[in-house]
């Protein structure tokens, strides 16, 4: 998405050589003509041949933008694209206007969202609703096609991951927020805001997401229409991971809001539950070892070889 630089050179390519007219022609010593046979490779035809001439720079320039435009559209779906933040639902760490860049490819190789990663998804049941849309003339609708602005007829939104398959998450009173029962120090959060918001529309809950689902929170807690006020329509709230566009990973613009989009340190603490398989065979060994004692007390009284002491005489 850069500017590409074209070196080309001009058609012109300088005098065309001819041969010398005033040279001698060439002896034949065998007594023949003055001029060389066919063949002969003497002096040959007596031309060079002429030079092919380089297209000129307007005649290619417009193979060049297709080629841009091609590339340009391949990165835009399969590596990085380009989001306008369109609200104040991320502060501080968007701001309205901001553009970021998503990354497209992970997903592409099977990894799936994780805790504290800011995502780009799309809209899951009418999130947007009542939102207004914005026409864009024919430069902005060029440009979105390329990836170089978001399109207006995406319904995209940008979140927090905060939960993912497995995960409990609870918020009571102002908070703090809790995963797996582990309380989260949120720096993110909108100074003044609290980590929960105490209300009835959603702002208490406790939650499990299920497979295939994520958990979504705006950093704006008091001015998010997030997952928690969403669980009454088709997914409860959860968003489907086949929704989600990428991960953003920079704020790309405006220069003075250049900046990465790291997983902050408070996801770092070991939040994840243990595997239910984890727990079955904690759970299983003790049986099967006292099990395993029962069946070999049985084996040796019922063998009048076998001692308590062990070796067999």
Known sequence: MGDLAVGARSGHEGPEERPDETAAPAVDHDGGSGGSSPGGGAQGDGQNPQPQKQRSFWKELPLLIGIALVLALLIKTFLVQAFSIPSDSMQNTLQQGDRVLVDKLTPWFGSEPSRGEVVVFHDPDNWLAGEPTVTPNALQ?????????????????????????????????????????????????????????????????????????????????????????????????????????????????????????PVPDTFDQGLSVTAPAALGLTGAAPLVLWRRRRVAAGITAGNPRVTGGGTDR
């Not at 295939?212 to 807690?221: A, E, L, S, T």
């Open 141 to 261: 609708t060029a440009l979105s096609w390329i990836g170089l602005m978001p399109s207006a007829e995406e319904k995209d939104l940008i979140k927090r991951v905060v939960g993912v398959a497995g995960d409990t998450i609870e918020c009571r009173g102002t908070g703090p927020l809790m995963v797996n029962g582990k309380a989260l120090n949120e720096p993110y959060v909108y100074p003044g805001n609290t980590p929960c918001s105490v209300d009835d529309q959603g702002g208490q809950f406790k939650v499990t997401v299920p497979a295939g689902k994520i958990w979504v929170m705006g950093d704006h807690r008091q001015n998010s229409l997030d997952s928690r006020y969403h669980q009454q329509d088709r997914y409860q709230g959860f968003v489907p991971v086949g929704n989600v566009v990428g991960r953003a990973i920079v704020i790309a613009w405006p220069p003075t809001r250049w900046n990465t989009l």
